[in-house]
């Protein structure tokens, strides 16, 4: 009898030592990378400035993530509607699209939100179109700086929308009828990020 005790005492040390090393084992395993790595596509559309009120427009992007830095780059277009008469009496309509790099760091996390300062410099083309001809009449480059806050929603691993609020400055923009006061100003966006985030 003593013996059969000994031996349920023996084989439930042992079961209770092979559960801890599982338990161990698991814990190792489930231990999140040392670093944040992310690489996805970035999509958003905006209500931004715009003559002679405020238009929509779209981008796309592709971005990587280090830890708390993020840098993108994408293209936006103009999707607004914006006729008038350059010279009398055809009707022109503005067009315009730009692009350049992001840079944004996350300055608060937390397992449901994420808070993002951003900051891009940007280039684009504007131009007026004769809609008799469909040919480019007047074309003008210029510079963009946009400055913003931007929330996220960190709940899906790898799909993370956002809204943001922001500062844009056009700048070197000479084209009749409108000038770079008629671009700058507060803006706001909705977007998602999608891709491989290792966390």
């Not at 190792?28 to 905006?46: A, D, N, Q």
């Not at 009707?91 to 300062?117: C, I, T």
């Not at 000479?174 to 998602?192: C, K, Q, Y």
Request: avoid cysteine; glycine fraction near 8%.
């Amino acid at each position: 009898m003593k013996k059969l005790l000994w031996l349920v005492l023996l084989f439930s040390g042992m079961a209770a030592a092979q559960e801890m090393d599982t338990v161990a084992v698991d814990t190792v395993e489930k231990e999140p990378p040392p670093y944040y790595l992310g690489v996805y596509v970035t999509g958003s559309i905006s209500l931004e400035p715009s003559s002679p009120d405020q238009n929509i427009i779209t981008s796309f992007g592709l971005g990587v993530q280090y830890q708390k830095w993020m840098l993108s780059f994408s293209i936006h277009d103009f999707r607004g509607s914006y006729k008038t008469y350059v010279i009398f009496p055809s009707v022109f309509e503005l067009d315009y699209r730009y692009s350049g790099p992001e840079v944004a760091f996350q300055a608060f996390e937390s397992e449901w939100v994420g808070a993002m300062l951003s900051a891009a410099y940007l280039r684009g083309d504007m131009v007026w179109k004769n809609m008799n001809t469909e040919e480019n009449f007047l074309r003008d480059e210029f510079d963009l700086l946009k400055g913003a806050v931007k929330v996220e929603l960190r709940r899906f691993r790898y799909a993370k929308p956002h809204l943001a609020i922001g500062y844009q400055k056009v700048r070197n923009l000479n084209l009749d009828r409108i000038g770079t006061n008629d671009f700058s100003g507060l803006f706001v966006a909705a977007g998602i990020r999608i891709g491989y985030f290792n966390q």
